[in-house]
């Protein structure tokens, strides 16, 4: 089997579950008949999502958790035949893997940072960063969403679901 599709990889804190719902949300805005992991995903599809209960969630030697999105069941179909690949409208499904990892985290050097004010962005450039959990999350398109406008659309809603725009 051929690997498709293009991994956006994040180590997200414990915004995740309430960034993953407001993404969901906005997903079902574009896709009025969004199927989410395969099911229809009514109104309150993004509250009902919840990470799953803490014996459930996998952490670092586990497997991870997995989020899928379609447009509803042709595409559902299209994916299993084409894997992560755009159709001929343009589109095609994507995938948000994540996992829980229980321990702390801390990076020696923070660098690259993008925030709501170059003045915040300044102070936290070149510090350490500690977080005592977190997650790591792939956000997996059809194409690179720099090159793809649907791809880049939809890590566009990723990111903006986490309550700025930072891109």
Do not use: N
């Not at 755009?86 to 996992?99: A, I, N, T």
């Not at 070149?126 to 791809?151: H, K, M, R, W």
């Amino acid at each position: 089997m051929e690997i498709t599709g293009h991994s956006s990889d994040f180590t997200v804190d414990a915004a995740f579950p309430t960034a993953a719902g407001k993404f969901i949300a906005r997903r079902r805005q574009h896709w009025p008949g969004l199927l989410l992991c395969g099911e229809p995903a009514g109104a309150g599809a993004s509250a009902d999502w919840t990470l799953p209960a803490a014996d459930d969630v996998d952490d670092a030697d586990g497997q991870p958790g997995i989020l899928t999105f379609s447009s509803g069941h042709a595409m559902e179909e299209f994916w299993a035949e084409h894997g992560y690949a755009l159709d001929d409208s343009g589109e095609g499904p994507f995938s948000v893997f994540y996992r829980f990892h229980p321990r702390p985290l801390r990076a020696a050097r923070v660098s690259g940072v993008r925030c709501a004010g170059p003045e915040t962005a300044a102070a936290v450039e070149g510090t350490g960063l500690l977080l005592a959990t977190y997650f790591t999350v792939s956000l997996v398109t059809p194409e690179d969403p720099a090159t793809d406008p649907f791809s880049g659309r939809v890590l566009a809603d990723f990111l903006d679901s986490f309550g700025s725009p930072l891109r």
